[in-house]
């Protein structure tokens, strides 16, 4: 698998927001109590449930950035992505791992994953109104019609559970009002951007009962463009929500939603930077005997090859002609039902379930020859369950949560990779068996049984046939049981412990087949795994004054187990452990200068095991290389994130973030590429 964080790496940001009503007229929302208006001054408090219950920011000890609807709408976040740019040791890229634009690779504190194919696991969660997604193609969502938006560094293995070893996204959708409200915003820009969000919503009973309606469209054209005219890296995405509130008693209330995504876009922005070779004189020999076929079938110049004619010097322009389409259709529904029993409980549970269809194609060369292309087809649905039951002693000292979760998903894939196309059918073509596949064998003529390749149902043929289409389905199934408390043992100082228990079980089945010789790469094959984690948290926390508060905190977290996502061979389809990741994290929150200013500062360092790597080594059976991802690797991370924000005028806000992030190999397997001084 494929990683990618920056050592050694600082990462800042700075930006302004105006908040005049005259420039964005938004409605105030209850969890944003102190919204500001236009001639007041003064940090807004937005009260987030990171914690799985109410709390304001500054009070919530943990390393958590949150945005209210203002705040976003100011800063144009319009989808998940956009985040980033305001939240320190945060990377979300899209096109990452061959994902296509709609897949979010998420890296929080340097632990992440770029690879999207169903085998492996996302290391930072995504929670949509408290539901899993477990999927990152199509979680490069879009942010209309949202409340706010809450981003948790480090493990988050006791609330939240299996893959969130670097941290968790919480988006919370914003709920049906008391009053007939209605907004349309419409935003133009570059690149014939244009966006249109509209929603409104309506109170069917008084106080009791409420619906809205809200959907987005956004559109904006690319700007890479390839010799057809297609342009790379547009926008294309429709969006809807519908949703109810249901309020029967003062002592229950019922959420249920219904939201869907439409994506139709051409594919992230690449172009040919620098050819490349393949091993074995693989290359030399495409160019030899296929690129003439393919440069006759496909209409391009004579004596045209895969070489440094196809490499753009221009950023905005991609000489590929290959298949380039992402395409994504997502829904789900949430229903959320909460009873407050008694002043001293309150139960909830939470229930989605989420589908995904997403097709994707990538041409990875960027050139006018198949050198490497992907097809790929994913379909996944998924259902989650979570009982929680909390509360708090009537002096507040104590606050306790107690649950029980269960998660099912079923995915299946099929891909198709065109790695040097072409090559088989030039082979059959040829007169004889003129290629030699070992150095020095004299071809033509072969000595009977030596392998040379060439000629008409030549077997060898098949060991140049480069092009597989394997096919895969995973099903997971996921329980776990989960508790914390926070007690304050002497006033203005807290102890939080806290623990999860998790039980999961994945099969998986795959088979792979090289379509144009016939030859099976991976035979039908089954395996079963289960794994078991606990991920315990201990934290405490010093509230010094009514505007500083200082913490600490211990935690584990996991990221699941899983198997080889593409072997050619059986010996190659293997299975790996969890990741594991222990994380110290100390950290200070502070009001200043009367309210204008916070000031947030977080240090942590955590320990990374068992990394799934890939790595290479030597066939005992064949002597050819194999490919397989294992656990292969440990390493220390630490760092450290600052943040400001500061109101020092009525309608503006200044705001400022850095962090920093070193990490270093302290074991490393053999076969992986990397050096132990090499960085992650």
């Not at 009053?179 to 106080?207: K, M």
């Not at 004596?303 to 380039?324: C, E, H, I, K, P």
């Not at 329980?479 to 412990?497: C, D, K, N, R």
């Amino acid at each position: 698998m494929v990683r990618r964080s920056v050592p050694g790496c600082i990462k800042a940001g700075i930006s302004v927001s105006a908040l005049m009503a005259g420039l964005i007229a938004l409605p105030a929302t209850a969890q944003e109590s102190d919204e500001r208006g236009a001639d007041e001054t003064g940090i807004a408090e937005i009260i987030i449930t990171a914690q799985k219950r109410e709390q304001s920011l500054q009070e919530t000890p943990l390393s958590v950035s949150a945005f209210g609807e203002a705040q976003m709408s100011a800063r144009d976040v319009t989808n998940i992505g956009n985040v980033a740019a305001y939240v320190p040791n945060v990377e979300i890229n899209s096109g990452k791992g061959d994902g296509g634009s709609t897949n979010a690779a998420i890296f929080i504190r340097g632990v992440g994953q770029n690879d999207f194919i169903f085998p492996t696991d996302p290391g930072v969660g995504v929670y949509v109104d408290g539901v899993y997604i477990a999927r990152s193609i199509g979680a490069m969502m879009d942010l209309s019609d949202i409340e706010r938006i809450e981003v948790l560094r480090g493990p988050q293995g006791t609330l939240y559970g299996k893959n969130t070893i670097g941290g968790a996204i919480n988006i919370i959708s914003s709920r049906p009002g008391n009053e007939l409200s209605g907004q349309v915003r419409t935003t133009l820009g570059s690149r014939d951007r244009i966006d249109v969000e509209g929603r409104v919503s309506v109170p069917l009973i008084p106080d009791v009962l409420a619906i809205k309606l809200a959907a987005a469209s956004k559109n904006q054209d690319g700007y890479v463009i390839r010799p057809d005219g297609t342009d790379l890296g547009d926008i294309n995405v429709d969006a809807g929500r519908f949703a109810i509130a249901w309020n029967p008693s003062e002592d229950w209330t019922v959420d249920l939603s219904f939201d869907a995504s439409r994506i139709r876009q051409n594919g992230s922005p690449q172009r040919l930077s620098d050819t490349f070779s393949f091993p074995g004189g693989l290359y030399d020999l495409y160019n030899m005997i296929a690129a003439p076929l393919v440069a006759a079938r496909d209409g391009l110049p004579a004596g045209a090859l895969f070489d440094d004619r196809w490499v753009s010097s221009d950023r905005r322009v991609s000489n590929g002609t290959g298949a380039t389409r992402d395409k994504a259709d997502v829904w789900g529904t949430n229903l959320t039902i909460a009873w407050e029993a008694n002043p001293a409980l309150t139960v909830k549970s939470i229930t989605g379930y989420r589908e995904m269809d997403a097709k994707i194609q990538v041409d990875m060369d960027q050139s006018p020859f198949p050198i490497i292309h992907t097809d790929e087809v994913q379909n996944e649905n998924q259902f989650s369950q979570e009982l929680q039951l909390s509360g708090a002693t009537g002096d507040k000292r104590l606050n306790w949560l107690v649950g029980a979760y269960y998660f099912r998903e079923r995915a299946h894939d099929l891909n198709q990779t065109l790695l040097a196309s072409g090559l088989y059918d030039a082979l059959e073509l040829l007169p004889d068996a003129l290629i030699p596949l070992v150095p020095g064998v004299p071809c033509p003529p072969p000595v009977a049984g030596l392998p040379c390749a060439g000629g008409a149902g030549n077997p060898f043929n098949a060991l140049l046939d480069l092009d597989v289409r394997p096919r895969t389905a995973l099903t997971t199934n996921n329980w776990a049981v989960f508790g914390q408390a926070s007690y304050e043992i002497v006033p203005a100082l807290t102890l939080t412990l806290g623990g999860r228990y998790s039980w999961e079980r994945k099969r998986y089945f795959i088979d792979s087949v090289y379509p144009n010789s016939g030859r099976i790469a991976t035979p039908p094959t089954h395996d079963e795994r289960t794994w078991k984690n606990f991920t315990p948290k201990i934290g405490i926390d010093y509230r010094a004054s009514d505007d500083v508060l200082l913490y600490a905190s211990w935690s584990k977290g996991f990221k699941s187990g899983g198997w080889n996502p593409r072997p050619l061979t059986p010996e190659e389809f293997k299975s790996y452990d969890p990741e594991k990741l222990t994380a110290y994290e100390a950290g200070l929150k502070s009001r200043l200068l009367g309210g204008l200013m916070t000031f947030n500062l977080a240090g942590f360092y955590s320990q990374y095991k068992d990394l799934q790597l890939q790595t290479n080594s030597v066939s005992p059976t064949t002597g050819g290389l194999i490919l397989t991802v294992d656990n292969a690797g440990s390493v220390d991370l630490y760092g450290f994130e600052a943040e400001i924000l500061a109101a020092p005028l009525p309608g503006l806000d200044l705001n400022a973030s850095v962090g920093y992030l070193h990490n270093e190999y302290q074991s490393l397997a053999a076969g992986t590429g990397y050096a132990i001084t090499n960085k992650l």
